[in-house]
């Protein structure tokens, strides 16, 4: 089993290898940790040994592989039907194609309502041999507990911020500073360091502490224009990842499909790009609360190594002696209330800003 263009969580490869190795594969696993670190690219490898080892390599990374069936959330919500949950679990008890085994593997398994993980419940209760399902999860808590305890769980951790740094250095010639500045703002997550490398850095993140080391603003006026400022920005991310995601899904166009084949792709493009707002908006927020905490690190007069935002360090010091502080478990209530607005789709526009009202930056 290759995992070695993979980074990181090293464990977790000498288990799977091992699992295989021993037929120890069972028919369920959940792989959960936070978006960007690998969970996907380990399914593949994972699968890529079951049906057939490195010969089907190809076949399986651009997804014709007859005996591997990939789901990820649909639509403007970003959610698992029903329907595409029913026809799963039809899918699951026909015999593999032309492999010993066939793999499913479930994208962001908490993105489904309970009626659509209901429909999910036979294929574990009742599982089908020479079958595996893995879910893919960064939020495994809000997956059906009856599914859940079914699965063997595997926790992959954040990659070392020096794992990142020097992969960023290696594989596309970063200078070493920016790639430890980008490893430290990537959270734990090679996916997200790489879109700050192509973004050239996290200029909403700016935006922000830049507006909450002011502490607070001279109008309404003022602040309207910041919330919608993110929102633009949102709004051109959004466009681009359309373009992005289009191109992976539909590489030849739309012209060649017929009417049912554009529809499900145009949902898949949809939830793909649904997902990716919602984490990006989701770093903010994170953003945010650090910049809370970094302000009480301070109160408490603790250790300055450990600011979350060690490169805004002035800007803290400089809101800290001004008084811009505010109570952590209001600023958590707040975020709390906003990570639920953008959930069931409010506009990111009119959140940022009833979220910057809450913490009295006019």
């Known amino acids: 089993m290759d995992f070695s263009h993979l980074y990181g969580n090293d464990d977790i490869k000498r288990y799977l290898k091992r699992m295989v190795q021993e037929g120890r594969v069972g028919h369920s696993l959940l792989f959960a940790g936070r978006e960007g670190i690998g969970k996907g690219l380990f399914a593949l490898v994972l699968a890529t040994e079951l049906l057939g080892g490195e010969g089907q390599r190809q076949r399986i990374e651009e997804g014709k592989h ?3 069936h990939v789901y990820r959330p649909e639509g403007k919500l970003a959610m698992h039907s029903i329907d595409t949950m029913r026809s799963f679990s039809d899918e699951i008890y026909l015999p593999p194609n032309e492999a010993r085994y066939k793999v499913f593997i479930l994208h962001d398994a908490d993105r489904m309502l309970p009626t659509s993980a209901n429909a999910l419940l036979k294929t574990f209760e009742e599982p089908a041999p020479q079958t595996l399902i893995i879910l893919l999860s960064s939020n495994p808590q809000a997956i059906l507990p009856t599914v859940l305890s ?11 911020d020096s794992i990142i740094a020097d992969f960023l250095q290696q594989k596309h010639s970063c200078p070493p500073q920016e790639a430890q500045r980008l490893a430290t703002l990537a959270s734990g997550s090679i996916g997200r360091a790489l879109r700050l490398l192509e973004q050239q850095g996290d200029t909403k993140r700016d935006l922000l ?25 949102f709004e051109t991310l959004k466009e681009e990842l359309v373009t992005a995601c289009t191109h992976e899904m539909a590489p030849n166009g739309f012209d060649d499909l017929t009417a049912v084949q554009r529809d499900a792709v145009q949902k898949e493009i949809d939830g793909a790009v649904t997902l990716r707002i ?3 908006v989701d770093h903010l927020l994170e953003a945010l609360l ?12 603790g250790n300055n190594a450990l600011l979350i935002h060690a490169d805004k360090a002035e800007a803290l010091q400089h809101a800290f002696q001004s008084g811009h502080m ?19 789709s409010s506009s990111i526009r009119s ?12």
Do not use: M
């Not at 502490?215 to 920005?233: P, T």
């Not at 650090?290 to 007069?301: F, G, H, M, N, V």
């Not at 209001?330 to 069931?344: K, L, M």
């Open 150 to 160: 079914r699965c063997r769980r595997l926790y992959f951790q954040p990659i070392p």
């Open 209 to 233: 502490l830049d507006l909450l080391g002011r502490g607070v603003v001279g109008s309404y006026k003022e602040l309207h224009q910041v919330a919608d400022s993110f929102h633009s920005d």
């Open 66 to 68: 007859p005996d591997l």
């Open 326 to 344: 505010r109570p952590l478990d209001t600023v958590q209530q707040a975020v709390a209330e906003a990570r639920t607005n953008i959930a069931r």
């Open 290 to 301: 650090a910049w809370y905490r970094d302000l009480e690190l301070l109160r408490c007069s």
């Open 278 to 280: 919602r984490e990006e």
């Open 351 to 362: 959140t940022l800003e009833s979220l910057f009202l809450k913490l009295n930056l006019l």
